[in-house]
């Protein structure tokens, strides 16, 4: 039987990977290699196009405005792509600055607006306090069980961004500043796509919500997730580390 396989697509990596954004893409290789699963990791930077590979999941992180705005030069030439396979249900993690970049625009200061590829119904518009610190929140859609899914990241960014109509949030805030430090909700959630402030990174101190991309990326291919249970000793450390600290 041939083995399990997942495409990722990791987007700008040299341009938008701060607070160790990486380490969900990192998160994602273990945990899938743990199950026997291969991930296969493509980086794509500017002027590189998606090559014609069927990806399954999708990750990009956050940067500052300068390379928000080289960022958001090479997205208005894969758009079409993205906003296809994002109606699609492709899975997609998209960490602050990559966030606001899915959405209509960031408009940063006094500056002109940073144009995003319009698949999120959101936008963006820099505040005068930077948002920072430890958040804790509660993801809205409920596990099996009922049980709310508690998520920890850390969060910087000036940006608040606010919330159309046909898109959810991801998360209610308990502790921190989240999408605009004004409605108490954290990052968004449209199909598959998981937008989001937190970094720090995000995936191994919050482990369910790396297994919950992992799956949904499988069951897309209309596959089962492996049931091999992992040691996440050091994960719950951290997060109930994190689920501590104040903002
Ligand atoms: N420049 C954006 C902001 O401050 C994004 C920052 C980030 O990705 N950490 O809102």
Redo the contacts with the bound molecule.
């Keep these: 039987m041939s083995p399990l396989t997942l495409e990722l697509a990791y987007l700008y990596p040299k341009l938008?990977n701060?607070?160790g954004d990486k380490g969900n893409v990192l998160t994602l290789s273990f945990r899938c290699k743990s199950r026997g699963i291969n991930l296969n990791v493509t980086t794509i930077g500017p002027g590189e196009n998606l090559q014609g590979k069927d990806f399954d999941i999708f990750f990009i992180?956050?940067?500052?405005?300068q390379?928000?705005v080289l960022v958001s030069n090479d997205l208005q030439i894969k758009k079409k792509e993205l906003v296809n396979l994002i109606e699609n249900e492709v899975v997609f993690l998209a960490?602050?600055?990559?966030?606001?970049l899915l959405g209509k625009y960031?408009k940063?200061g006094e500056g002109a607006e940073i144009p995003g590829i319009e698949a999120l119904d959101l936008y963006?518009v820099?505040g005068n306090k930077?948002m920072i610190g430890n958040v804790l929140c509660e993801e809205i859609e409920r596990k099996e069980g009922g049980h709310p899914s508690l998520i920890v990241g850390f969060?910087?960014?000036?940006?608040?961004?606010f919330l159309g109509n046909s898109i959810k949030p991801f998360a209610k805030v308990i502790r921190g500043g989240g999408n605009n430090g004004e409605d108490g909700f954290e990052g968004a959630r449209y199909k598959n796509v998981f937008g989001t402030?937190l970094?720090g990174s995000l995936l191994p101190k919050n482990p369910h919500l790396a297994d919950k991309l992992i799956r949904l990326a499988l069951e897309r291919k209309g596959l089962n997730m492996p049931e091999v249970a992992l040691d996440d000793g050091f994960e719950e450390t951290a997060h109930r580390k994190v689920k501590t600290l104040h903002y």
Excluded at 95 to 100: A, D
Excluded at 155 to 161: A, C, D, I, L, V
């Design positions: 938008l701060i607070y992180g956050g940067g500052q405005d390379q928000q960490v602050c600055g990559g966030y606001q960031y940063a963006t820099a930077r969060e910087n960014h000036s940006g608040k961004t402030y970094h």
